[in-house]
């Protein structure tokens, strides 16, 4: 069953910065696909939006901004260590930190789960892929793929609900 979601204060607002955040998203996923890269001004820009997509889902509120601050201080703490060990790229942490801010803990479950998943199939077929190489080259991981389904698959209902409010 899914959360139940407020009725948003200007929903026409949080469809807009949602959409805006997907297609910066997309452009992070084919960035990292193309080049191992995604862009820190990808991943300023989906955490710029996410100020207005709160004013237009809680209206001008600045206490609807304490949760996701704390996503964001959580993410960091998790993620800065894991990108020291170099288990992980400095853009993926930069855009997972960015998706925090977008929070409310709702579907963060769904994001996460969905993010490992997609980085897992990724690697798998990598794997694979690498097993046919002539050079012993290995691939690594474009994580921002994964973050990018990860997210889809959380704000999917979220853009959902947005648009029926419309009504």
Known sequence: MEPLIPPPASAELAIVTLSLAALALVA?????LRWRR????LCLF??????PYWIGRAGWRPEALLQP????LAS?????PLWLARLIGGGDVKLLAGLMLWQDGH???VML???VLAGGAIGVALWALDGLRADGRRSS?????????GAFLAFFPLFRSLLLSLD
Do not use: K
Request: aromatic share 8%; glycine share 10%.
């Open 76 to 80: 960091v703490v998790v993620l800065v």
């Open 113 to 115: 789960a969905g993010t």
């Open 141 to 149: 991981v474009p994580y921002g793929v994964a973050i990018m389904a």
């Open 69 to 72: 601050l704390l996503f964001l």
């Open 38 to 41: 995604i862009p820190n001004g």
């Open 28 to 32: 992070a996923g084919y960035s990292d």
């Open 107 to 109: 579907r963060l479950d």
């Open 46 to 51: 989906v955490a710029l939006l996410a100020l």
